[in-house]
């Protein structure tokens, strides 16, 4: 008897341990499905190469947690450091007659490693876990079974140089060593200028003055690329046989060697621009996490509250749902720290009676929420701060509207835009409709998804699009306007869901309207009864 109860005890305790890790990440059956789709995308005789992001160091031996590149991780799931991964268009054969179109390099098992960084899936894992045929320990990289000079087209995201060479042979400086080494890449190779010679390679040329316009932004943006002849010629062409000139130009020296940046970010921005069902339960998820988070606060907040710690009673709440970061370094600025966009210090110790503007996402899985709610630390706005905070509304619900399949990506900021302009005007902040800018100086939308700004082809909205939209007004004191509306600041922004059916709104569940906010801030929260010791 007391054996059957202690195998009982062993059989519930093994269940318990198997429930205590997640096991709801993207399916092996995703990355593959996705390696599948990469693949119809690729040109013939053509190869990809994506390397896993790099650690970085934090102080002294100490790096930061580390976060797998999202591209690697949509297309593998591996969620190690140190390693490359390579998509062939067509089937290669190595040197005993094994057929393959993909190959991985990894992390080797190391039981002394493992001991001070945790356990490694190794070659073994990646194949039983993530269902590779063809993985190899990294060091083995340097005997890759193919010619990369025999491809037409070797595409790869550039190198930022910004990895360090850690110990061992096969950390991401030498796999991207070797890959250099084996693709002959050249030591002044670059990517940007390769990719505008594709854009001016691929363009009508019908249509060469527009994308002349392209380029002469990206010269106004990239100094160095200034100095380059064809570019420059290019952008400066009177009339379009001039430009044919230049593209012709520009195709031979593109075929001087076959390295490539522009077909694999083109793929990449395509796949992740749409989120399949797997994706969007994950998606989902950190919405719903983050929503709940808003409502907490709202909740629990009150004008005694430091910025600090109200961005600590939203991590909290992500992380009892298991959401494992923040998709972006937390926002909590009160009055006119709200003003500043990106604010991250949050450091201010009392909120008091101003609206605070909180800017969070959880990230769940690696998929990335993006909330903003801006509301009265007392519970209740004044004049002014509804006065701002329903033009701010009004705004959003214009872009929400706008955001159909088929509209133009501009289409939600171009609505958001007009209705602020209109409302800065009628509350005399503002004399003219162009100096609507000074207060709204950031975009309504970006794409969502595994990266907060997220990759995409910005193409008019197709079905199953994450977009956010987050109009906002920002008044800075000293802002040139009467002295009552300065230090208000308000963003609004919700993750909005493209479908055939119109616009869904994924954090609907944190209140939005000043009504919605205030009935909120008037339940109690758990946290009231949450008591610390004074520390002197
Ligand atoms: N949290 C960054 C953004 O809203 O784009
Ligand atoms: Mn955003
Ligand atoms: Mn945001």
Same mark, same amino acid.
């Given at each position: 008897m007391k054996f059957c109860m202690l195998r009982v005890f062993l059989f519930v305790s093994t269940m318990i341990w198997a429930q205590e890790v997640p096991t709801d990440f993207l399916s092996a059956e995703f990355h593959k499905e996705r390696r599948q789709e990469v693949r119809k995308l690729m040109s013939s005789n053509s190869v990809l190469v994506f390397f896993a992001n790099a650690e970085r160091n934090r102080a002294n031996d100490v790096d930061y947690v580390y976060?797998?590149? %999202?591209?690697?991780?949509?297309?593998?799931?591996?969620?190690?450091?140190?390693?490359?991964?390579?998509?062939?268009?067509?089937? &290669? !054969?190595?040197?005993?007659?094994?057929?393959f179109d993909e190959l991985i390099y990894v992390q080797e098992r190391n039981a002394k490693e493992e001991q001070w960084t945790g356990k490694r899936l190794g070659v073994e894992g990646v194949v039983d876990k993530l269902g590779f045929k063809m993985a190899y320990n990294g060091s083995e990289f /340097?005997?890759? %079974?193919? $010619?990369?000079?025999?491809?037409?087209?070797?595409?790869?995201f550039d190198f930022e140089n910004? @990895?360090?060479?850690?110990?061992?042979?096969?950390?991401?400086?030498?796999?991207?060593?070797?890959?250099?080494?084996?693709?002959?890449?050249?030591s002044?190779?670059?990517?940007?200028?390769?990719?505008?010679?594709? =854009?001016? &390679?691929?363009?009508?040329?019908?249509?060469?003055?527009?994308?002349?316009?392209?380029?002469?932004?990206?010269?106004?943006? *990239?100094? $160095?690329?200034?100095?380059?002849?064809?570019? *420059?010629?290019?952008?400066?062409?009177?009339?379009?046989? !001039?430009?044919?000139?230049?593209?012709?130009?520009?195709s031979l020296e593109l075929e001087a060697n076959n390295l490539d940046s522009s077909m694999i970010s083109e793929i990449m921005s395509t796949l992740r621009e749409t989120k399949t069902a797997e994706e969007m339960k994950l998606l989902k998820k950190a919405i719903e996490i983050s929503s709940v988070g808003q409502i907490e606060v709202m909740k629990a907040m009150? %004008?005694?509250?430091?910025?600090?710690?109200?961005?600590?009673?939203?991590?909290?709440?992500?992380? /009892?749902?298991?959401?494992? @970061?923040?998709?972006?370094?937390?926002?909590?600025?009160?009055?006119?720290?709200?003003?500043?966009?990106?604010?991250?210090?949050?450091?201010?110790? !009392?909120?008091?009676? $101003?609206l605070v503007l909180m800017d969070l996402g959880a990230e769940y899985h690696g998929y990335t929420a993006d909330v903003t709610r801006t509301i009265p630390a007392n519970g209740k706005f004044t004049a002014e701060q509804k006065a701002i905070y329903d033009i701010v509304y009004e705004a959003q619900e214009a872009g929400i509207k706008a955001s159909v399949v088929g509209a133009p990506f501009q289409a939600p900021g171009k609505a958001a835009a007009e209705v602020v302009a209109n409302g800065l005007l009628r509350l005399g902040i503002i004399k003219e409709a162009k100096e609507a800018r000074t207060y709204f100086p950031h975009g309504t939308s970006h794409y969502l998804g595994l990266d907060v700004h997220d990759q995409g082809t910005y193409?008019?909205? !197709?079905?199953?699009?994450?977009?956010?939209?987050? %109009?906002?007004? @920002?008044?800075?004191?000293?802002?040139?306007?009467?002295?009552?509306?300065?230090?208000?600041?308000?963003?609004?922004?919700?993750?909005?869901?493209?479908?055939?059916?119109?616009?869904?709104?994924?954090?609907? =569940?944190?209140?939005?309207t000043t009504e919605a906010i205030e009935t909120m801030m008037k339940q109690l929260s758990p946290l009231d009864d949450f008591v610390l010791p004074k520390l002197d």
């Open positions: 976060h797998q590149d %999202p591209n690697f991780y949509y297309l593998t799931g591996y969620r190690e450091p140190n390693a490359v991964l390579l998509i062939f268009s067509e089937p &290669q !054969k190595d040197a005993q007659g094994n057929e /340097k005997k890759v %079974p193919v $010619d990369f000079t025999s491809f037409d087209k070797v595409s790869f910004d @990895y360090r060479d850690k110990q061992g042979d096969a950390d991401l400086f030498d796999l991207i060593q070797t890959f250099k080494v084996k693709a002959n890449y050249p002044d190779y670059n990517p940007q200028k390769q990719q505008l010679y594709s =854009m001016i &390679q691929a363009t009508e040329i019908e249509n060469s003055a527009n994308v002349a316009q392209t380029v002469g932004r990206y010269l106004d943006y *990239y100094e $160095d690329l200034r100095n380059e002849e064809f570019l *420059y010629e290019f952008v400066n062409a009177p009339n379009n046989e !001039k430009r044919l000139e230049i593209k012709q130009k520009v009150h %004008p005694n509250m430091s910025e600090t710690e109200i961005q600590g009673v939203h991590e909290y709440v992500y992380k /009892k749902y298991g959401a494992e @970061y923040e998709g972006y370094p937390s926002i909590v600025g009160g009055g006119n720290n709200g003003c500043i966009l990106h604010y991250i210090e949050n450091n201010k110790a !009392k909120v008091g009676n $101003d193409a008019p909205f !197709k079905s199953n699009t994450v977009i956010t939209v987050e %109009p906002g007004i @920002y008044i800075p004191e000293g802002s040139n306007c009467d002295k009552k509306w300065w230090g208000i600041a308000v963003r609004i922004e919700d993750d909005i869901l493209i479908t055939d059916d119109g616009p869904v709104n994924l954090s609907a =569940m944190a209140p939005r």
